[in-house]
């Protein structure tokens, strides 16, 4: 297996540095999760994990914005997230956030 640091380098983004994490969910969640992502454009669990995992870090943290992160987002395009799903998304955040 190649190292992430070394695997990067060679990236359209070097700058980010992406290391596979493994974790263990319940066949029920991965169930919910693999519903969940085609309902919503994703073609795989990954990408909606990542977003829950951005909204969660943008909840608690109003001075980290997931509107920001310019490869994420454009990742999720190039998965066929629409548009409108993603600027949904980012209202959310935002509106959980003015709250706060």
Same mark, same amino acid.
């Given at each position: 297996m190649i190292s992430p640091k070394i695997k990067n380098k060679f990236s359209n983004h070097p700058e980010i540095i992406m290391r596979?994490?493994?974790?263990?969910?319940? =066949? =029920?969640? !991965? &169930?919910?999760? =693999?519903?969940?992502?085609g309902a919503h454009g994703f073609n795989r669990i990954q990408g909606? !994990? +990542?977003?829950? !995992?951005?909204? &969660?870090?943008?909840?608690?943290n109003c001075n980290y914005s997931l509107a920001d992160d310019v490869l994420?987002?454009?990742?999720? +395009?190039?998965? &066929?997230v629409s548009q409108k799903i993603i600027d949904?998304?980012?209202?959310?955040?935002?509106?959980?956030?003015?709250? &706060?």
């Open positions: 596979p994490i493994h974790l263990r969910l319940s =066949e =029920e969640i !991965i &169930g919910h999760l =693999e519903e969940t992502a909606l !994990i +990542r977003l829950y !995992i951005r909204q &969660g870090l943008d909840r608690d994420f987002i454009e990742k999720l +395009r190039k998965k &066929g949904e998304a980012l209202a959310d955040v935002n509106k959980n956030c003015d709250l &706060g």
